[in-house]
Each structure stands twice: as structure tokens, then as C-alpha cells.
């Protein structure tokens, strides 16, 4: 284990057509959630995804949610150039004045759940948000070092390095539709 890695064309983890469908499933869940809440004649819903990795994910649920949604974007990073978590470096947390709304995270995927503790305890002290949700393509909770748990997940998955669909290993492999596995040995 000495940071060498094996970047051949990336075996397909989860399909794009498993993706498509388990997207339009949480879509459906997230969207029933929020029914309760009469967001069509008050507000509309306040989607923040979470860059860049969640930009692709973000983008094909918001399309099949079916509510009204604003779309905000911040940037986080607490990986470098490698496959281990490291420390939040320059957030772009520009944001409008969202007080008082209805907010739904969107990351692509929780690890150790730093990025979401932080962000949730952000947006909560700045905007006291009528209700703060999580929802993560991915989930993968043996590398949790927190006590965060996504509200909405697309897949639970084992100690693997993942990518595509907005997902990189050293700012590669976001374009692919599909997710594949990155091999390091
Ligand atoms: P956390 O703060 O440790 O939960 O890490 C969250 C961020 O780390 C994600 O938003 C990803 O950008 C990145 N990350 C964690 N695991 C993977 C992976 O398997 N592939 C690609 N990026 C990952």
C-alpha cells in the first residue's frame, strides 16, 4: 500500500441504468417527505449540492423530484489528489439568505461524514432552516468517523474507492454515466 494505483478503464461498479432507476426511487421518496410540508403554495424547496462531485447527481434528481426547487451549490473538498479523507480546504460557501426554508443537502457520497457534519451545522447556525435533509448517492458507513446518517441514499456500498458519475480519483473519471471501482494495491 504505497499510494500506487492501477488507473486502467474503470470496471463498472453499478450500472448507469441501475443508477437512473435507484435515482428516480429516491426522487419519489424525498418528493413524498416534502408533500407533507405544502411547499407548492409556500416556498419552494432549497436544494444544495454539494461540488463537484454531486453536480451530476444533484442535477438528475432535482429533474425528477417534481416540486418546485431553488438550486444552490457550494464547494467542498476533503480529498486532494489521493483516496483518503483529508481536511476541508477553501469552501466556497456563498450562498443567498435561505432563513426559514426548507433545505435538502445533496453529496454524493458520505464517508467519513465530515463534509455533511459540517455542512449541516453550518447551514443550521446561518439559516435555522425549517427542516435540514441529507440525501447521498452513496453511502458507505464502515469509514464513518462521525455521527452522521444520510436521510435519503442511492446505494450502501463496502470500503471501496468509487467513481464516475461526478465522482473522481485526482479530478478524472466525472464524465463516465456509470460508477466503477479504483483498484489501489
Ligand atoms: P467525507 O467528508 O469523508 O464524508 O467525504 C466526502 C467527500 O469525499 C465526498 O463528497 C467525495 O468527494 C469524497 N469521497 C469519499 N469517498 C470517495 C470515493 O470512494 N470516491 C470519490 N470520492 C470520494
Redesign the pocket.
Known amino acids: 500500500m504505497n499510494g500506487m494505483i492501477n488507473i486502467t478503464k474503470p470496471a463498472v461498479f453499478i450500472s448507469e441504468s441501475e443508477i437512473q432507476t435507484r435515482v428516480q426511487k429516491i426522487a419519489t421518496e424525498i418528493k413524498s417527505f416534502y408533500t407533507n410540508f405544502n411547499l407548492e403554495n409556500d416556498q419552494s424547496l432549497v436544494v444544495v449540492g ?1 461540488l463537484k ?2 453536480a451530476i447527481f444533484t442535477s438528475d434528481l432535482i429533474r425528477n423530484i417534481n416540486l418546485p426547487i431553488q438550486l444552490e451549490f457550494v464547494r467542498l ?3 486532494g489528489d489521493g ?1 483518503k ?1 483529508g481536511v476541508l480546504s477553501a469552501p466556497d460557501l456563498s450562498l443567498p439568505n435561505l432563513r426559514n426554508r426548507h433545505i435538502l443537502i445533496v ?10 457534519v459540517f455542512l449541516k451545522q453550518y447551514l443550521q447556525d446561518q439559516f435555522e432552516p425549517k427542516t435540514l435533509k441529507l440525501a447521498s448517492l452513496l453511502n ?1 458507513p464502515s ?1 464513518r468517523q462521525t455521527e452522521v446518517e444520510p436521510d435519503f441514499v442511492g446505494f450502501e456500498i463496502e470500503d ?4 464516475g458519475y461526478g ?3 485526482a479530478e478524472k473519471y466525472r464524465e463516465l454515466s456509470y460508477l466503477g471501482i479504483i483498484e489501489e494495491f
Open positions: 454539494v462531485g454531486a473538498a476533503s480529498y483516496t479523507s453529496e454524493d457520497i458520505v464517508d467519513t461524514g465530515k463534509t455533511a458507505k469509514k471501496k474507492f468509487v467513481i465522482l473522481d480519483w
